[in-house]
């Protein structure tokens, strides 16, 4: 059962524009919120992570914004550049536990 | 400092062959993980441990086991392969404190025949 629901599947955005992918969860135990960022050919790297005392948390150009009420988040990329093309996993957990629950992922491409 | 470390980057088997996948982590990380990667499944957990000495079951163990070998070694073996088994096979270790942030080995793609 997949704990964490991820979308768009994919997304193709040009340059400049603004991309977001959403994710929502079920379980309310859950307590830290990250988002994964995968090149081809390469392991998955953190980007940016939220806990749900805070609504929003940007770094540079990504910005995660968090709605505990209705259990979603998502994560925004403004300016998009070609250079972001990737797959984008949001995740889910309990602050005490070890298991990343991942969502099944966002093929994103910027066009030039 | 080189981070997770997996060994072979490729490997092909046949079916019914067995194989060991090999997982090392300089950050001197408590907790170490393995995940396999599929077409539209994200990436689900095999098997994790927390500590050196503890091994536990996550999404889909079926068909694997682990060893954690020391603190910087996590192994993951296939006894007799199938299939269902061809994937990517990421190593992933974290301090184990707040927060969980985990990090990602290269991964080892897998296809048996």
């Known amino acids: 059962q997949q704990q964490v629901k991820q979308s768009p599947q994919s997304l193709i955005v040009q340059k400049g524009g603004i991309s977001i992918i959403n994710c929502a969860y079920e379980n309310t135990a859950f307590d830290y919120f990250p988002w994964y960022q995968q090149f081809p050919g390469k392991g998955p790297a953190l980007l940016i992570a939220i806990r749900p005392d805070v609504s929003e948390k940007k770094e540079g150009r990504f910005t995660i914004s968090f709605n505990k009420s209705a259990k979603q988040f998502s994560l925004h990329i403004m300016d998009s550049q070609p250079g972001d093309s990737a797959t984008y996993f949001c995740?889910?957990?309990?602050?005490?536990?070890?298991?990343?629950?991942f969502g099944k992922g966002t093929s994103l491409l910027v066009t030039p | 400092n080189a981070g997770v470390t997996q060994t072979p980057k490729f490997q092909v088997l046949k079916t019914g062959q067995s194989m060991t996948l090999q997982c090392a982590q300089d950050m001197n990380h408590n907790s170490m993980y393995w995940y396999r990667q599929d077409p539209g499944m994200g990436l689900r957990l095999i098997y994790y441990?927390?500590?050196?000495?503890?091994?536990d079951k996550g999404e889909v163990p079926n068909g694997y086991n682990v060893s954690r070998l020391n603190k910087r070694e996590f192994s993951l073996r296939l006894e007799s392969a199938a299939p269902s088994q061809t994937s990517v096979y990421f190593c992933?270790?974290?301090?184990?404190?707040?927060?969980?942030?985990?990090?990602f080995g290269p991964g080892t793609r897998l296809t048996v025949l």
């Open positions: 441990s927390a500590s050196e000495g503890t091994t």
């Open positions: 995740a889910a957990s309990v602050d005490s536990g070890y298991a990343l629950n």
């Open positions: 992933a270790s974290s301090d184990g404190e707040s927060y969980n942030e985990q990090f």
